[in-house]
């Protein structure tokens, strides 16, 4: 070992407490920074390195606690806690600000048309499912057919809701067809995120004791995470796709906007943005990434496979995704 930073700093885990909210949140307002989309695959692969060594007892010569801290998440921000692969740029949580309010935005603003709505939640929702791929929770192996299939079932069965919702609101009041695309989003979130982890819900996902010591895959964790994830995701499109509406539905009788039709697109974006900058993170707060449950809660045979190899244990933990 070289240098004066102690070996005494656990980085496994995150540097805030994730028992409260507020820790979470701090710690989600670094893994989903979009300014780490721009770093570059140096600088990425630099933090893994500091990272790495770190963990093996080498500490690089005059690095201090918060450059560790930097290059930790850095780390986290573009490699997946499981399989410890580098993540696809879009479908990392640094990507989402950036990557949804131009899709949402697109999608509040060109809401009104059948083909439009048919294109922008077939965007959406191959996006989601790039981000729902990318942020899977285990690390086993998923098959292209098991991929291609979930894309499709995903995406069909969103646009079919937004349709289905936009005939609906024929003969309602306009203002009610700005929330058509919030309404989809979130019954294509209930669609999207179980059947592009659905090989999880067969299979189970790694379960782990509090020092880490891989357990067994669970099922029933595995169905525990994907509701958790699908209650935060649907929580991030809250803000960012029903305040924006109201704004604009007022801005556009307003004579600036009557003038200059084309900053119709441009400021719902910006609304969106502003409100996804808060609401990514904060939604990703409102659960534990490192999520557990009782012993008594997974499958029979599992119980008993723990009760054996670690009579002592009473609560499993396990990465829930994003």
Not at 147 to 162: C, D, E, M, N
Not at 245 to 268: D, G, S, T, Y
């Amino acid at each position: 070992m070289s240098g004066d930073l102690p070996l005494s700093i656990n980085i496994k885990e995150p540097r805030w407490d994730q028992s409260t909210f507020m820790g979470r949140a701090q710690h989600f307002f670094m893994v989903t920074d979009p300014r780490n989309v721009l770093l570059s695959s140096e600088v990425l692969d630099d933090a893994k390195s500091i990272v790495e060594d770190y963990r093996n007892g080498i500490v690089k010569p005059g690095l201090t606690e918060d450059q560790l801290w930097r290059a930790k998440y850095v780390y986290d921000s573009a490699f997946h806690p499981d399989t410890g692969e580098k993540m696809l740029l879009i479908g990392r949580m640094s990507a989402q600000v950036p990557m949804n309010m131009t899709i949402t935005g697109c999608m509040l603003t060109f809401y009104r048309t059948t083909p439009a709505v048919v294109f922008w939640q077939w965007v959406n929702q191959s996006f989601n499912a790039i981000v729902n791929y990318t942020n899977r929770s285990g690390d086993a192996p998923i098959t292209v057919n098991q991929l291609g299939a979930a894309y499709v079932s995903a995406t069909t069965g969103a646009v079919v809701t937004a349709l289905g919702l936009k005939s609906l609101t024929k003969h309602l009041p306009a203002i009610m067809g700005r929330f058509v695309p919030f309404a989809a989003v979130a019954a294509a979130n209930c669609i999207n995120i179980p059947f592009m982890r659905q090989r999880e819900l067969k299979h189970g996902i790694p379960v782990t004791d509090e020092e880490g010591n891989r357990l067994g895959e669970s099922a029933s964790a595995a169905q525990q995470a994907i509701a958790q994830v699908v209650v935060s995701r649907i929580g991030m499109a809250v803000p960012a796709m029903a305040i924006p509406p109201v704004i604009m539905n007022a801005l556009e009788k307003k004579a600036f906007m009557k003038r200059f039709p084309v900053l119709n697109a441009p400021v719902q974006v910006g609304l969106v943005g502003l409100c996804l900058v808060f609401a990514t993170p904060l939604c990703c707060a409102l659960f534990p990434q490192k999520s557990s449950m009782k012993v008594s809660s997974l499958e029979p045979e599992l119980q008993e496979s723990i009760r054996q190899s670690s009579p002592h244990t009473t609560t499993v933990y396990f990465n829930k995704g994003l």
